[in-house]
């Protein structure tokens, strides 16, 4: 996927205007052309990956168009994570009183 395109992509959705993206004349999503529709639609999807909050959990960029690629990396993040988290505890694990003096000091719990 090109870069500029993700940019551009970006740049309209975090504007709120994806609709900036459409060709001179086409007003609704209905009447894009399928192809420009499922551009969007991918590039869209592919900049969720921004998202995952692990970088080595998101795929690299070579993978993306190449389904089974994909279909095999997340089978094999989901079992990193797994063994990632596998008995560890979170990582501030407090009980239910300390939550609330932390939020709410000098307040006397019962």
């Known amino acids: 996927m090109d870069e500029g395109w993700l940019n551009t992509v970006r740049i309209a959705r975090d ?17 894009l052309p399928h192809t420009l529709h499922g551009a969007i639609r991918l590039a869209l999807y592919f ?28 089978k ?3 079992q990193a994570q797994e063994a990632r988290y596998k008995g560890e505890p979170a990582e501030r694990d407090m009980t239910q009183n300390e939550m609330v003096a932390e939020l709410f000091p000098g307040v006397k719990l019962a």
């Open 15 to 31: 504007g709120g205007c994806l609709s900036s993206l459409f060709p001179p004349g086409i007003t609704t999503i209905w009447d």
């Open 47 to 74: 900049l969720k990956f921004e998202e995952i909050p692990y970088e080595e959990d998101r795929p690299p960029r070579h993978i993306w168009l190449e389904p089974e690629r994909m279909e095999r990396w997340w």
């Open 76 to 78: 094999d993040v989901k």
